[in-house]
């Protein structure tokens, strides 16, 4: 095969549809349960919020994730809602001012902090399943090596 002729393969096997289909939903389960949304093994996540570099089970590659502030946006709007609807629900039942100050501050605290990983886990679930990788121009972490660009053609 000449040169050109592999290009042209190439080109023809990286068209977006003829790349293995990703489940989207599954994917976002995996990443929201700290696992790598490619093989569900792995983890996600080495800190808080930040994702490892590639999967210690199958080597996805993940470093390119990002999820930027998404995340926090939807936790925002999830935690304001619950907790708003709690303290108007909560607000003819006689609490005094006190309890009032010690639980809906508490309860906003304890929701932001246990719903944040878990999102950015199922946002970054998405990105992967969408092939977006993290808004980045780079290839993807492909699943096959004929994808991997040669290195003649870098
Ligand atoms: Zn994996």
Redesign the pocket.
């Known amino acids: 095969m000449t040169d050109s002729t592999d290009r042209q393969a190439l080109r023809t096997w990286r068209r977006e549809e003829d790349l293995p289909k990703r489940p989207a939903p599954l994917s976002m389960l995996r990443g929201a349960r700290n696992r ?1 949304p ?2 569900a ?2 983890r996600l996540f080495h800190r808080f919020l930040k994702v490892v570099p590639a ?1 210690e ?2 080597g ?1 590659e993940l470093h390119h994730q990002r999820a930027d502030d998404l995340p926090a946006y939807l936790v925002m709007f999830v935690t304001g809602h619950v907790v708003l609807s709690l303290i108007w629900s909560a607000d003819g039942n006689g609490w005094s001012a006190m309890q009032h100050l010690m639980v809906w501050p508490a309860l906003t605290v304890a929701l932001s902090l246990g719903l944040l990983q878990p999102v950015k886990g199922a946002i970054v679930g998405l990105q992967w399943a969408l092939r977006m990788h993290g808004f980045g121009k780079g290839p993807d972490g492909d699943d096959h090596p004929a994808l991997k660009p040669h290195p003649d053609h870098q």
């Open positions: 790598c490619h093989c093994q792995g999967c089970s199958c996805e």
